[in-house]
């Protein structure tokens, strides 16, 4: 991927996947960076399971606490989903969109620059759609036992092809 001079926001030169995703999310990551936070945005795979509950388990029970060096149960995570509403692309582009223009460090476009977050956001709703099929959108709500971030959200996305977490976060 890179960025056109003029006309539209990003041009595709390869089929999109998981990799140029992260980037992707990484480079709007970057932009809302700042001197007091860090912001993190990535598509984790998550591992092989027989049920989406036993899958974030396993994703989560892999989590090192830094202080004891050892990883805490997933009943620790106290891990629950709840489907999200409207379409794969609606919950995305709400997601998306959120998180990349509505927090407290995101990038102040201004009324006349509305075109850019409108394309930004649909080009990153179309680009997972394309990689990862026809999925479901469940948000992830955990009460961690260790320092996760300062602000998060997780978002699980099932496919045929597989599961991934979504992970949206802001650290002060």
Known sequence: LHFAHAGSVFMEQSPAT??????????????????????TYELIELP??????????AYFESIVNWRTKRPHPASD???????????????????????????HC??????????????????????ILEVLGALSVDEVLTSPPLWYEGTWQDIALSSEHGRWLLHFGITD
């Not at 998981?18 to 990484?26: A, C, D, M, R, V």
């Not at 092989?48 to 388990?57: C, G, Q």
């Not at 995101?106 to 680009?127: H, T």
């Open 18 to 39: 998981i990799h140029s995703l992260n980037k992707l999310l990484e480079l709007v990551a970057y932009l809302n960076q700042g001197a007091d936070h860090n912001c």
């Open 77 to 103: 995570w106290h891990i629950s989903v709840s489907p999200m509403s409207g379409t794969p692309s609606e919950a995305l582009q709400s997601v998306v969109d959120e998180w990349f223009f509505q927090t």
């Open 48 to 57: 092989s399971a027989a049920t989406l509950n036993e899958a974030l388990a």
């Open 106 to 127: 995101s990038p102040q476009l201004g009324e006349r620059r509305a075109w850019v977050r409108k394309n930004v956001v649909s080009f990153v709703v179309q680009e």
